[in-house]
């Protein structure tokens, strides 16, 4: 796994790209990033959970799970970036669903949040810039109460070994530019959460073949 982008300098790029993330993120993804959100959300809360989106940027799931919901649920958006978590705020009242959210400030790998706070916990593409991914999502399984759902999307490696080879040669060149990678990387979190004990319900691989996303949710068993 190539090495993570130190945090206060992560902090100034997500400055940097915040009022242009949304339309950046989709067109490196060929906007299969929102299908990842969907997926994500779709398998992962049910209506009146209290949920937290971890690392929630811009707002693109934090809406879909309020929408979700319901007027009876609650959604906590956890993130280190105000310059990200501003357009989110924004997003949030123009949809009419800033009632059901608030916005918090840290860092994902050391919650603010005892064991066994939320019903569900999400995370798209915000385990791939973390200095430790693994870490970063046994932190969220922490805070996930008996019987909920951890839904996760992040960067993954391509399969095809020739894809994997060009991925990388081609990660080498973006690598020199943090304002065009936002520091994410493919990374691997799963084994680390199965070993926690967590209960996989749901695996898919999505994205374009240079640019894959592991898609995945967990159960952590009551
Ligand atoms: C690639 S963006 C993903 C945003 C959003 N979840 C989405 O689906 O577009 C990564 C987000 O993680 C946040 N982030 C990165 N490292 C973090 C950390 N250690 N603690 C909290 N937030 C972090 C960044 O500020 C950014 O908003």
Known sequence: MRAAVAPQKLKAVYAGVAGRYDWQHGLLTLHSDQRGRELVVDRTVNRGDRVLDAGGGTG?????????????????????????????????????LSGRMDFQSGDMLALPYAEASFDSVLSTYSLCPLFDPAKGALELYRVLKPGGRLGVAHSAS??????????????????????ISMGCRAVSVLPALLRAGARPLFERRLGVPLYPFLVFVVEKPA
């Open 158 to 179: 391509p399969e095809n070994p020739v894809i994997y080879w060009l991925a990388e040669r081609l990660e080498d060149i973006i690598w020199h530019f943090p304002g």
């Open 60 to 96: 693109s799931t934090t809406l879909l799970a309020a929408g979700k919901v319901g007027p009876e649920g609650h959604v906590t958006q956890f993130d280190f970036s105000s310059q990200m978590q501003a357009v989110a705020r924004e997003r949030a009242v123009a949809a009419g």
